[in-house]
């Protein structure tokens, strides 16, 4: 198995301009989380999926962020316009069930830096 | 809701020396706890995790954890450090029995291990 693929790795963008990052789970896990990574903050979780369905997006830090699933194979996090503060290591997991003391796998990252 | 506390955000130990990372929980019921290690530039890799059966739990690169309830600790150990280890590590919590059981993460501890 490929594991979890982030895609890109790295990102420079200009402030005000929208990034959307990619993520591809492990097949067959049903549970898809977004977690963001600043020194500040730590790991936060931003958002998660199950079966393709949005669950709990509590964490997102505002509406300039959202997230979608379109299949069971495939999300996004779109950042629209993007912000300096914005920048951080940005990575997806996958979990097949929850519940049961399974372990995330967890992708390599999407490093964004917003100037 | 639970939490996770990591005592010491910067462990530093000599090669061949024990590693003790601290990681102390709050949960309202009983939880599944886990140990990720992440690399630089890497994403989160999972070192072991506890799921209610054995309470001392054996992972991966020689590391283990034990869970003790009466102190609501999950502290992670190995008898001899070698200069891989070096690596940031998280303790991470999910509360048993939740529909959707989120990770909880600590704020990470970094090991730096010296020659």
């Known amino acids: 198995d490929a594991g979890v693929i982030q895609s890109p790795r790295h990102e420079v963008t200009e402030m005000g301009q929208e990034v959307t990052l990619r993520c591809k789970p492990i097949?067959?896990?049903?549970?898809l989380f977004w977690y963001r990574q600043t020194m500040m903050r730590g790991l936060e979780l931003l958002i998660y999926?199950?079966?393709?369905?949005?669950?709990?997006d509590s964490g997102m830090p505002e509406d300039r962020f959202s997230a979608k699933m379109p299949n069971a194979s495939f999300s996004t996090l779109k950042i629209q316009p993007s912000e300096p503060r914005d920048s951080a290591v940005y990575f997806c997991a996958s979990t097949p069930r929850t519940g049961t003391g399974y372990g995330y796998t967890f992708g390599s990252g999407t490093r964004l830096t917003v100037v | 809701a639970q939490s996770v506390t990591q005592l010491g955000s910067h462990v530093s130990v000599s090669e061949g020396a024990l590693v003790l990372l601290r990681c102390n929980y709050s949960s309202s019921v009983p939880p599944y706890l886990f140990w990720y290690v992440q690399y630089p530039n890497q994403g989160l890799q999972l070192l072991l995790k506890y799921t209610s059966a054995a309470t001392l739990v054996k992972g991966i690169n020689g590391f283990e954890a034990e869970f003790k309830k009466s102190e609501t600790s999950f502290h992670l150990t190995k008898p001899s450090a070698h200069m891989s280890d070096a690596a940031e590590y998280f303790c991470a919590v999910r509360s048993g029995g939740t529909s959707y059981g989120k990770l909880t993460f600590g704020q990470g501890t970094i090991l730096t291990v010296h020659p």
């Open positions: 999926f199950n079966n393709n369905v949005p669950i709990d």
């Open positions: 097949s067959g896990h049903d549970y």
